[in-house]
């Protein structure tokens, strides 16, 4: 079932997310300073192909860099991207097959928020990332 979920997500809109986040990593590479906002740009665009089976785990040991750094994402990138999920989230909750992915994509907005400080795992595998820090 989450093979069948994630073939559909790339299909109706997975493919497009991961464009917008591959740009925003493209823009962020361009300068050495903004580096750690294009890799975790790139591990996003990564999340919104295959969503389904992963999760995104906080790292609560997380420090005052990546605090900052949420911040400017969210002020230079972050906003626009969550709006593409919000966006995506109403047009897919529309039909009745579509409702997973539109929630799917409401579970996406927080990390399209504050990338930094967080770890996508898969899913059999969260608690045992948690657990580990």
């Not at 919000?86 to 907005?109: E, N």
Request: with cysteine; net charge positive; proline share 5%.
């Amino acid at each position: 079932m989450r093979t069948l979920l994630n073939l559909i997500w790339l299909i109706l809109c997975g493919f497009w997310m991961a464009v917008g986040y591959a740009i925003a990593g493209v823009i962020c590479c361009i300068l050495i300073i903004t580096i750690p906002f294009g890799i975790a740009s790139f591990r996003m665009a990564n999340y919104a192909l295959w969503p389904f089976g992963r999760t995104v785990v906080r790292d609560p040991r997380a420090g005052a860099a990546s605090l900052i750094g949420n911040i400017l994402w969210f002020i230079f990138a972050g906003w626009w991207l969550a709006i593409g999920h919000i966006v995506t989230g109403i047009a897919l909750c529309l039909t009745i097959i579509g409702i997973p992915l539109g929630i799917a994509s409401f579970k996406m907005v927080p990390i399209s928020l504050l990338p930094l400080g967080a770890e996508i795992v898969p899913a059999r595998h969260a608690d045992l990332a948690a657990y580990q820090r």
